[in-house]
């Protein structure tokens, strides 16, 4: 049974650019939580899909959008990137909405702008 | 005024002894509560869940005091395995958000 995997595990970009990443779910999972983890920080949560739905948003300018599809897999696009953009994207999935589940974090893709 | 605030440490200990952490949050309307364990760079991975009546497991113990709006993880009799950084998690009802804490980091020595 595999667990939460993203895609691509490392990527370099220059001001200004756009990424999407790509996260897919534990099986049996069908919520998808995007965060941003910061060096020597703990992770920042950005946003949440439920039912293809963003259900839940952080603090986090429009630049960060998302999407989740009928598979429930999702993407995160950060447009027009900065130098404070850099840092370990954590996708993570559970099942159903409650805020008694435990989530389940994926290895993470590794975001350098330079 | 951070939702979740922890002390970031390091918390240098040698093998066998007992170290605690303490996690402070600030929304009382909080509802679950949880430690992460994360090692370097690798991603959080659910070390317990915390309950209102307080539950162990093995040598970690994990405590809620809502009057006081803190969490605390005692780990007794600590391993060289047990280095790590270890993450305090919030969770609210009405928004469904993890909020983390930003981690305290021990070290445990021969």
């Not at chain 1, 756009?18 to 983890?37: A, E």
């Not at chain 1, 959008?65 to 598979?71: D, K, T, V």
């Not at chain 2, 200990?13 to 994360?38: D, L, M």
């Not at chain 2, 391993?79 to 919030?90: E, M, R």
Request: include cysteine; glycine fraction near 8%.
């Amino acid at each position: 049974d595999a667990g939460v995997t993203q895609s691509p595990t490392h990527l370099i970009k220059t001001r200004g650019q756009q990424v999407t990443l790509r996260c897919s779910p534990k099986s049996g999972h069908d919520t998808v939580s995007w965060y941003q983890q910061a060096l020597g920080q703990g992770p920042q949560f950005i946003f949440q899909y439920y039912e293809e739905e963003e259900r839940q948003r952080g603090n986090f300018p429009d630049r960060f959008s998302g999407h989740q599809f009928p598979n429930y897999s999702s993407e995160l696009n950060v447009n027009a990137l900065l130098l404070g953009d850099s840092a370990l994207y954590l996708c993570a999935s559970e099942a159903g909405d409650s805020s008694y589940n435990e989530q389940f974090f994926g290895p993470g893709t590794r975001l350098t702008v330079l | 005024r951070k939702e979740v605030e922890q002390d970031p440490g390091p918390f240098n200990v040698p093998e066998g002894a007992t170290v605690a952490f303490n996690c402070t949050y600030s929304n009382s309307a909080s509802q679950s509560f949880f430690w992460y364990r994360q090692d370097c760079r690798k991603e959080p991975k659910l070390l317990m869940s915390v309950y209102s009546s307080g539950n162990e497991d093995g040598r970690f113990t994990a405590q809620l005091n809502r009057a006081s709006q803190y969490i605390s993880l005692l780990i007794r009799d600590s391993k060289l395995s047990d280095s790590a950084t270890y993450l305090c998690v919030v969770n609210t009802y009405n928004f469904n958000k993890f909020y983390f804490g930003s981690g305290t980091k021990l070290n445990v020595k021969p």
